[in-house]
């Protein structure tokens, strides 16, 4: 196998979804690495898994895959297969990612770097900025730190949306389009024909986060609370997409004045990122997306860092103030715990003169909402 074996992190949906056929397809020989014992277990009976693509042709694929192995329970087997591989992809939470460096300092940390990449395939924000810091502190002593500054480990954008069956089967489900890039000015060329390097992924990036992600997580909250099922029935939602709309024009703002982006080419990525979502061949239950509305208010993530943006320029977010107060009562009638309505927002945005008056516009609208009809 050699310089034709990449070991993948995370057999969820995304990355059965998207990142392993793309891998496969690109001709190289994809090594699974997950905790899930069960899922191995059917992968390695299976000697892959099938991936049907539910709109363009609808043709049902075979995904192979050389072996599923435990990074807890079988760690020597994949210790082996990693000291082949010149390339480790990854799509796992944010959160078990220093399990990842952790695991990779292990292995590269004793090898030499030069011609090796991490490509980490997660919705995170400078993602390779983020796990080289990770490295670092996983290096054990400085030779090891040496050797892994060596290892290219680019910001990535990736974008597909995808559903798995498991446990009732190994299947996914997901789209054709797909959109994995790095940032060219870390890794100029990936070796994976179908992972290309561009330029200003940054971009890219805040794009796709704000009018894909930022767009997805707010239908579904306002979907979940009308008691709809998936995330296709959202996208469809009229009243839903009225109700949003004064909201998504500031994030197209945001994305002009910051990122340098046109007006026609947001109001094209716009349609096609509601195509896609409304898209019913995909069935992704609300409850995948809207979650974690608390963490998701916080000053620097999607919801809230354009706002203050534009606060900074002395644009009027009054609107934007508007919607959040709406999403924040429907988020707090689904997560009842959240403390959001108390004192949660005031701790969140406090940290800056921009983020108090948000505060402040936003607890207008809330204090408005619940005051007594004449």
Same mark, same amino acid.
């Given at each position: 196998m050699g310089d034709r074996t990449v070991v993948h992190f995370g057999a969820g949906a995304l990355g059965r979804g998207m990142v392993v056929p793309l891998l496969h397809e690109s001709g190289y020989n994809v090594v699974l690495a997950d905790t899930n014992a069960e899922l191995n277990a059917a992968l390695n009976r299976e000697r892959g898994y099938r991936l049907a693509i539910s709109d363009g042709d609808s043709v049902e694929r075979k995904i192979g895959i050389v072996e599923a192995v435990s990074p807890i329970t079988e760690g020597d087997k994949l210790a082996a297969y990693m000291k082949q591989a010149n390339v480790i992809t990854t799509s796992v939470r944010r959160e078990n990612l220093i399990h990842v460096a952790r695991t990779v300092a292990e292995t590269w940390g004793h090898q030499d770097g030069e011609g090796r990449r991490i490509i980490c395939c997660e919705n995170i924000e400078h993602v390779g900025r983020y796990f080289s810091g990770l490295l670092e502190q996983a290096a054990e002593d400085e030779g090891q730190h040496a050797r892994l500054r060596r290892v290219a480990v680019p910001d990535t954008i990736v974008d597909r949306i995808c559903a798995a069956n498991w446990p009732e089967n190994t299947d996914v489900v997901s789209e054709v389009y797909h959109e994995c890039s790095v940032d060219a000015a870390t890794l100029a060329d990936t070796g994976i024909a179908l992972i290309p390097s561009v330029e200003r992924i940054e971009q890219h990036f805040s794009r796709k986060r704000l009018l894909l992600n930022t767009y997805a997580d707010a239908i579904s909250f306002l979907a979940k609370a009308e008691d709809l099922t998936y995330l296709y029935e959202a996208a469809r939602s009229e009243e839903i997409n009225r109700r949003i709309e004064p909201y998504m024009a500031l994030l197209q703002e945001v994305l002009k004045l910051e990122f340098g982006c046109d007006e026609a080419m947001l109001r094209s990525w716009r349609e096609k990122y509601k195509q896609r979502l409304g898209n019913d061949g995909i069935p992704r239950e609300l409850g995948t997306v809207a979650r974690n509305l608390k963490a998701k208010l916080a000053p620097g993530e999607r919801f809230v860092w354009p706002l203050l943006k534009l606060q900074e320029r002395g644009i009027d977010i009054d609107q934007g103030a508007a919607f959040l107060a709406h999403l924040i009562r429907v988020g707090t009638r689904l997560e009842p715990d959240s403390d $959001? $309505?108390?004192?949660?927002?005031?701790?969140?945005?406090?940290?800056? @003169? /921009?983020?108090?008056? $948000?505060?402040?516009?936003?607890? /207008?609208?809330?204090?408005? /909402?619940?005051? @007594?009809? @004449?």
């Open positions: $959001l $309505l108390q004192s949660g927002l005031y701790e969140l945005w406090n940290g800056s @003169p /921009a983020g108090r008056q $948000l505060y402040e516009q936003v607890r /207008a609208h809330l204090d408005s /909402a619940n005051r @007594p009809s @004449p």
